[in-house]
């Protein structure tokens, strides 16, 4: 069996060129050769030595992941769907925006951490990709893309691990994978320009703050335990509090000044001006110094299967003026994709699960708060 180049960032590949026989410099080569330039085949590397480019044939392959499909937007933004193999797939999602283009990579085949609201969540767990599957997904649309747009110029400027998965949990693949994002010979993006969304996993918050400090978010999605611990079952494990310290902690390493907060705007569940107040309290007390954040509010993106609905916009609105009043920065995130179901927490993929977390979220019911007054949800309805 060769070996799969998109497994390596630079040292492995170094270290794997070694082991035939080559310098560093060669590595270097061959790694801008598989990154910046997107070549599938050796023989396209001329200014490799001819005896190099045979020796990896014999060893070595590029090999991404086949496309099953791809869907494009009204709004631009385009979906494509990957075989991982044994019936699983995986999604990415590339959004272009007037200053920027991102790219939403999946970690895993499915999650098992089991958020309510969340698409993936409800499909249950396979199995973590490998660096190269990782890799394979920038790989393929930033090649895809400039043969798209006619360019040869970058086009992905923004990486978030938002995909399927949640990439803590995939931490020995993902670090590698972030690497290459970050390298001068690789994608060369900076730090502040490739984000890592977690659930919440504080020791590996700790880690990623050493090997690799990137943009954190972390979706938090509710102002207490209580709640918190009923839509995103990681909390039972690691409380509130002890995720605020770890984003202080981190913050210590990071490339910003700040955590993203992402939450999940859901009707009559976590959406009252109460929940709003109780954040300010929480994000700018703890510890006594609060933690420096911003908010970032996701309108929650309907998928048969949740029995939950989106908050209505004057809720979400309202909700964004408190946190903004108390001098909080707080945004309202554009949906985009939503026609192809490529918005937050709609990638699905094709999991086949090998736990009980699908069967089990099914069960779980969501702490619903009391009705809402009619009053009020007359004038969300305007
Ligand atoms: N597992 C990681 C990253 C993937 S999810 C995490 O949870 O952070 C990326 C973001 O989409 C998270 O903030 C997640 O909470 C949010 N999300 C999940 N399902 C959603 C839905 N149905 N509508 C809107 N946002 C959702
Ligand atoms: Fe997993 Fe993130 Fe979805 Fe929760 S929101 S189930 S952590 S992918």
């Known amino acids: 069996m060769t070996t799969n180049l998109l497994d390596f960032d630079l040292d492995g590949l170094a270290a794997f060129c070694e082991g035939l026989g080559e310098k560093r410099f060669r590595?270097?080569?061959?790694?801008?050769?598989?990154?910046?330039?997107?070549a599938r085949e050796?023989?396209?590397?001329?200014?490799?030595a001819k005896s190099l480019r045979d020796k990896l044939a014999v060893h070595a392959r590029i090999e991404g992941l086949p496309v099953l499909t791809q869907h494009e937007s009204a709004d631009g933004t385009i979906k494509w769907l990957f075989d991982v193999g044994n019936g699983n797939a995986v999604e990415a999602v590339f959004i272009p925006e007037d200053d920027r283009g991102t790219l939403c990579v999946s970690?895993?085949?499915?999650?098992?951490?089991?958020?309510?609201?969340?698409?993936?969540?409800?499909?249950?767990?396979?199995?973590?990709?490998?660096?190269?599957?990782?890799?394979?997904?920038?790989?393929?649309?930033?090649?895809?893309?400039?043969g798209h747009l006619k360019t040869t110029?970058?086009?992905?400027?923004?990486?978030v691990m938002m995909g399927m998965g949640e990439p803590l949990q995939n931490y020995s693949a993902l670090v590698p994978a972030l690497r290459v994002m970050l390298?001068?010979?690789?994608?060369?993006?900076?730090?502040?320009?490739?984000?890592?969304?977690?659930?919440?996993?504080?020791?590996?918050?700790?880690?990623?703050?050493?090997?690799?400090?990137?943009?954190?978010?972390?979706?938090?999605?509710?102002?207490?335990?209580?709640?918190?611990?009923?839509?995103?079952?990681?909390?039972?494990?690691h409380c509130i509090e002890d995720l605020l310290d770890a984003c202080n902690r981190y913050l210590e390493f990071a490339p910003r000044d700040f955590i993203t907060f992402e939450y999940c705007m859901l009707d009559g569940v976590n959406d009252q001006p109460e929940h709003a107040r109780q954040l300010v309290e929480l994000v700018q007390r703890h510890g006594g110094t609060g933690v420096p954040c911003k908010f970032n509010l996701i309108p929650f993106n309907p998928f048969p299967q949740s029995g939950l609905t989106r908050s209505p916009h004057s809720r979400v609105l309202a909700f964004a003026k408190i946190l903004s009043d108390a001098g909080i920065v707080t945004t309202v995130?554009?949906?985009?994709?939503?026609d192809i179901d490529a918005a937050c927490g709609q990638l699905a993929g094709d999991v086949r699960d090998r736990t009980r977390v699908g069967e089990r979220i099914a069960r779980q019911r969501t702490i619903m708060l009391k009705p809402v007054p009619a009053t009020v949800a007359a004038r969300d309805e305007e």
């Not at 590595?27 to 997107?38: D, S």
């Not at 690799?212 to 938090?220: E, I, M, R, Y």
């Not at 995130?333 to 939503?338: I, L, S």
């Open 183 to 237: 390298d001068d010979h690789g994608y060369g993006l900076s730090r502040r320009r490739v984000t890592v969304s977690t659930s919440g996993m504080v020791r590996m918050i700790d880690r990623l703050a050493l090997d690799c400090p990137v943009a954190l978010a972390v979706s938090l999605h509710a102002p207490n335990n209580e709640l918190r611990d009923n839509l995103v079952p990681l909390n039972k494990k």
């Open 153 to 159: 110029e970058r086009v992905i400027s923004n990486v």
């Open 333 to 338: 995130r554009k949906t985009r994709g939503d």
């Open 42 to 48: 050796f023989a396209q590397m001329t200014d490799l």
């Open 27 to 38: 590595a270097t080569q061959l790694f801008r050769w598989i990154h910046q330039r997107g």
């Open 107 to 146: 970690s895993q085949a499915g999650c098992a951490v089991g958020c309510r609201f969340c698409s993936t969540g409800h499909q249950g767990f396979s199995r973590n990709l490998t660096s190269g599957e990782i890799l394979a997904q920038l790989w393929f649309a930033e090649h895809f893309l400039r």
